[in-house]
T-cell receptor, first 112, second 115 residues
Framework: GENVEQHPSTLSVQEGDSAVIKCTYS??????FPWYKQELGKGPQLIID?????GEKKDQRIAVTLNKTAKHFSLHITETQPEDSAVYFC???????????FGTGTRLKVLA | SAVISQKPSRDICQRGTSLTIQCQVD?????MFWYRQQPGQSLTLIAT?????????ESGFVIDKFPISRPNLTFSTLTVSNMSPEDSSIYLC????????????FGEGSWLTVV
Protein backbone atom coordinates (compact mmCIF):
# COMPACT_ATOMS: atom_id res chain seq x y z
CA GLY A 1 0.00 0.00 0.00
CA GLU A 2 0.87 3.67 -0.17
CA ASN A 3 3.27 5.18 2.35
CA VAL A 4 3.92 8.90 2.73
CA GLU A 5 6.93 10.25 4.56
CA GLN A 6 7.09 13.90 5.61
CA HIS A 7 10.06 16.00 6.74
CA PRO A 8 10.89 17.85 8.86
CA SER A 9 8.67 17.12 11.84
CA THR A 10 9.26 20.60 13.22
CA LEU A 11 10.41 23.76 11.51
CA SER A 12 11.11 27.19 12.96
CA VAL A 13 11.66 30.20 10.70
CA GLN A 14 11.93 33.91 11.20
CA GLU A 15 9.04 36.01 10.02
CA GLY A 16 9.56 36.93 6.38
CA ASP A 17 11.73 33.92 5.61
CA SER A 18 10.67 30.97 3.45
CA ALA A 19 9.62 27.53 4.68
CA VAL A 20 9.85 24.27 2.75
CA ILE A 21 8.22 20.98 3.74
CA LYS A 22 8.94 17.80 1.79
CA CYS A 23 6.99 14.58 1.29
CA THR A 24 7.80 11.37 -0.51
CA TYR A 25 5.34 8.69 -1.57
CA SER A 26 5.76 5.08 -2.55
CA UNK A 27 2.84 4.22 -4.86
CA UNK A 28 3.45 5.26 -8.47
CA UNK A 29 -0.32 5.11 -9.03
CA UNK A 30 -0.85 8.10 -6.72
CA UNK A 31 -1.85 11.11 -8.76
CA UNK A 32 -3.34 13.64 -6.37
CA PHE A 33 -1.41 15.44 -3.63
CA PRO A 34 -3.19 17.88 -1.29
CA TRP A 35 -1.72 19.90 1.55
CA TYR A 36 -3.66 20.69 4.70
CA LYS A 37 -3.06 23.22 7.45
CA GLN A 38 -4.30 22.41 10.93
CA GLU A 39 -4.43 25.13 13.55
CA LEU A 40 -4.76 24.25 17.21
CA GLY A 41 -8.25 23.09 18.05
CA LYS A 42 -9.43 23.02 14.45
CA GLY A 43 -9.89 20.53 11.67
CA PRO A 44 -7.47 20.31 8.73
CA GLN A 45 -7.98 22.99 6.10
CA LEU A 46 -7.04 22.42 2.47
CA ILE A 47 -4.54 25.08 1.39
CA ILE A 48 -3.28 23.85 -1.98
CA ASP A 49 -3.23 20.70 -4.06
CA UNK A 50 -1.55 19.38 -7.18
CA UNK A 51 -2.37 16.66 -9.65
CA UNK A 52 0.18 14.50 -11.40
CA UNK A 53 -0.27 16.17 -14.77
CA UNK A 54 1.46 19.36 -13.58
CA GLY A 55 4.81 20.01 -11.97
CA GLU A 56 4.08 23.16 -10.03
CA LYS A 57 1.17 25.16 -8.72
CA LYS A 58 1.19 28.50 -6.98
CA ASP A 59 -1.36 30.44 -4.95
CA GLN A 60 -0.06 33.76 -3.65
CA ARG A 61 2.60 32.94 -1.03
CA ILE A 62 2.10 29.19 -1.25
CA ALA A 63 3.43 26.87 -3.94
CA VAL A 64 3.64 23.12 -4.39
CA THR A 65 6.07 21.27 -6.65
CA LEU A 66 5.85 17.67 -7.78
CA ASN A 67 8.57 15.37 -9.07
CA LYS A 68 6.86 12.22 -10.29
CA THR A 69 10.08 10.48 -11.22
CA ALA A 70 11.50 10.86 -7.75
CA LYS A 71 8.06 10.47 -6.13
CA HIS A 72 8.30 13.54 -4.00
CA PHE A 73 6.41 16.79 -3.63
CA SER A 74 7.08 19.89 -1.58
CA LEU A 75 5.22 22.81 -0.04
CA HIS A 76 6.85 26.21 -0.26
CA ILE A 77 5.67 29.15 1.83
CA THR A 78 7.31 32.51 1.11
CA GLU A 79 7.32 35.65 3.24
CA THR A 80 6.11 33.70 6.24
CA GLN A 81 3.88 35.39 8.79
CA PRO A 82 3.04 34.46 12.41
CA GLU A 83 -0.40 33.27 11.29
CA ASP A 84 1.30 30.63 9.15
CA SER A 85 2.22 28.85 12.40
CA ALA A 86 0.35 25.53 12.40
CA VAL A 87 0.76 21.83 11.66
CA TYR A 88 0.93 21.03 7.96
CA PHE A 89 0.01 17.63 6.52
CA CYS A 90 0.70 16.30 3.05
CA UNK A 91 -1.34 13.48 1.56
CA UNK A 92 -1.42 11.25 -1.48
CA UNK A 93 -4.20 9.38 -3.21
CA UNK A 94 -4.93 7.71 -6.51
CA UNK A 95 -7.90 8.52 -8.68
CA UNK A 96 -11.05 6.61 -7.96
CA UNK A 97 -10.17 5.55 -4.44
CA UNK A 98 -10.42 8.89 -2.59
CA UNK A 99 -8.48 7.28 0.21
CA UNK A 100 -5.89 9.73 1.41
CA UNK A 101 -2.68 8.54 3.01
CA PHE A 102 -1.36 11.32 5.19
CA GLY A 103 2.16 12.23 6.12
CA THR A 104 3.14 12.52 9.76
CA GLY A 105 2.84 16.30 9.85
CA THR A 106 5.18 19.26 10.22
CA ARG A 107 4.82 21.75 13.05
CA LEU A 108 5.77 25.14 11.62
CA LYS A 109 6.61 28.00 13.97
CA VAL A 110 7.07 31.46 12.55
CA LEU A 111 9.01 33.62 14.96
CA ALA A 112 8.14 37.30 15.03
CA SER B 1 -16.68 24.13 -0.47
CA ALA B 2 -19.12 22.08 1.59
CA VAL B 3 -19.72 23.24 5.15
CA ILE B 4 -19.37 20.41 7.65
CA SER B 5 -20.71 20.57 11.21
CA GLN B 6 -19.79 18.08 13.89
CA LYS B 7 -21.34 17.51 17.31
CA PRO B 8 -20.11 17.31 19.99
CA SER B 9 -17.05 19.44 19.45
CA ARG B 10 -15.54 18.21 22.68
CA ASP B 11 -16.45 15.72 25.39
CA ILE B 12 -15.04 13.89 28.38
CA CYS B 13 -16.27 10.30 28.56
CA GLN B 14 -16.17 7.61 31.18
CA ARG B 15 -14.36 4.37 30.47
CA GLY B 16 -16.72 1.66 29.21
CA THR B 17 -19.34 4.04 27.81
CA SER B 18 -20.20 4.81 24.19
CA LEU B 19 -20.53 8.14 22.43
CA THR B 20 -22.11 9.01 19.12
CA ILE B 21 -20.67 11.80 16.99
CA GLN B 22 -22.87 13.49 14.44
CA CYS B 23 -21.79 14.98 11.13
CA GLN B 24 -24.06 17.27 9.11
CA VAL B 25 -23.19 18.66 5.67
CA ASP B 26 -24.87 21.66 4.07
CA UNK B 27 -25.18 19.94 0.67
CA UNK B 28 -25.65 16.45 -0.66
CA UNK B 29 -22.38 14.59 -0.98
CA UNK B 30 -21.66 11.19 -2.44
CA UNK B 31 -18.88 10.14 -0.12
CA MET B 32 -18.35 10.74 3.59
CA PHE B 33 -15.43 9.52 5.63
CA TRP B 34 -14.46 9.24 9.26
CA TYR B 35 -10.86 9.78 10.38
CA ARG B 36 -9.13 9.46 13.73
CA GLN B 37 -6.28 11.68 14.86
CA GLN B 38 -4.61 10.53 18.04
CA PRO B 39 -2.87 13.21 20.15
CA GLY B 40 0.01 14.74 18.22
CA GLN B 41 -0.36 12.22 15.42
CA SER B 42 -1.42 12.13 11.80
CA LEU B 43 -4.83 11.29 10.38
CA THR B 44 -5.94 7.69 9.91
CA LEU B 45 -8.99 6.67 7.91
CA ILE B 46 -11.47 4.65 9.97
CA ALA B 47 -14.12 3.98 7.35
CA THR B 48 -16.07 5.23 4.38
CA UNK B 49 -19.70 5.88 5.25
CA UNK B 50 -21.90 4.55 2.47
CA UNK B 51 -25.43 5.83 2.04
CA UNK B 52 -27.92 3.01 2.23
CA UNK B 53 -25.40 0.27 2.96
CA UNK B 54 -22.85 -0.80 5.52
CA UNK B 55 -19.74 1.28 5.97
CA UNK B 56 -16.43 0.12 4.51
CA UNK B 57 -13.85 -0.21 7.28
CA GLU B 58 -10.10 0.09 6.98
CA SER B 59 -7.71 -2.45 8.38
CA GLY B 60 -7.59 -2.28 12.14
CA PHE B 61 -11.09 -0.85 12.56
CA VAL B 62 -14.21 -2.97 13.11
CA ILE B 63 -17.91 -2.30 13.04
CA ASP B 64 -18.50 -3.48 16.59
CA LYS B 65 -16.15 -0.82 17.92
CA PHE B 66 -17.00 1.98 15.46
CA PRO B 67 -20.55 1.52 14.16
CA ILE B 68 -21.41 4.07 11.48
CA SER B 69 -24.73 5.18 10.07
CA ARG B 70 -25.44 7.15 6.88
CA PRO B 71 -29.19 7.55 6.53
CA ASN B 72 -29.01 10.15 3.75
CA LEU B 73 -26.62 12.19 1.61
CA THR B 74 -26.09 14.96 4.18
CA PHE B 75 -25.74 13.17 7.51
CA SER B 76 -23.64 10.49 9.18
CA THR B 77 -22.89 9.30 12.69
CA LEU B 78 -19.90 7.53 14.19
CA THR B 79 -20.22 5.74 17.51
CA VAL B 80 -17.17 4.96 19.59
CA SER B 81 -18.20 1.94 21.68
CA ASN B 82 -16.98 0.67 25.03
CA MET B 83 -14.40 3.42 25.25
CA SER B 84 -10.99 3.10 26.85
CA PRO B 85 -8.34 5.79 27.38
CA GLU B 86 -6.70 4.66 24.12
CA ASP B 87 -9.75 5.97 22.28
CA SER B 88 -8.93 9.52 23.35
CA SER B 89 -8.56 11.23 19.98
CA ILE B 90 -9.95 13.75 17.58
CA TYR B 91 -12.57 12.18 15.35
CA LEU B 92 -12.97 13.96 12.04
CA CYS B 93 -15.78 13.79 9.54
CA UNK B 94 -14.82 14.53 5.95
CA UNK B 95 -16.63 14.70 2.64
CA UNK B 96 -15.73 14.40 -1.01
CA UNK B 97 -16.82 17.58 -2.76
CA UNK B 98 -17.23 16.77 -6.43
CA UNK B 99 -18.14 20.35 -7.26
CA UNK B 100 -14.74 21.39 -5.92
CA UNK B 101 -12.80 19.01 -8.13
CA UNK B 102 -13.18 15.85 -6.06
CA UNK B 103 -11.46 17.40 -3.09
CA UNK B 104 -11.86 16.19 0.47
CA UNK B 105 -12.81 18.68 3.17
CA PHE B 106 -12.85 18.17 6.91
CA GLY B 107 -15.09 19.22 9.73
CA GLU B 108 -13.68 20.85 12.86
CA GLY B 109 -13.46 17.53 14.65
CA SER B 110 -14.80 16.03 17.85
CA TRP B 111 -12.22 15.96 20.65
CA LEU B 112 -12.87 13.01 22.93
CA THR B 113 -11.07 12.38 26.20
CA VAL B 114 -11.73 9.07 27.94
CA VAL B 115 -11.09 8.97 31.67
Amino acid sequence: GENVEQHPSTLSVQEGDSAVIKCTYSDSASNYFPWYKQELGKGPQLIIDIRSNVGEKKDQRIAVTLNKTAKHFSLHITETQPEDSAVYFCAASSSGTYKYIFGTGTRLKVLA
Amino acid sequence: SAVISQKPSRDICQRGTSLTIQCQVDSQVTMMFWYRQQPGQSLTLIATANQGSEATYESGFVIDKFPISRPNLTFSTLTVSNMSPEDSSIYLCSVLDRAAGNTIYFGEGSWLTVV
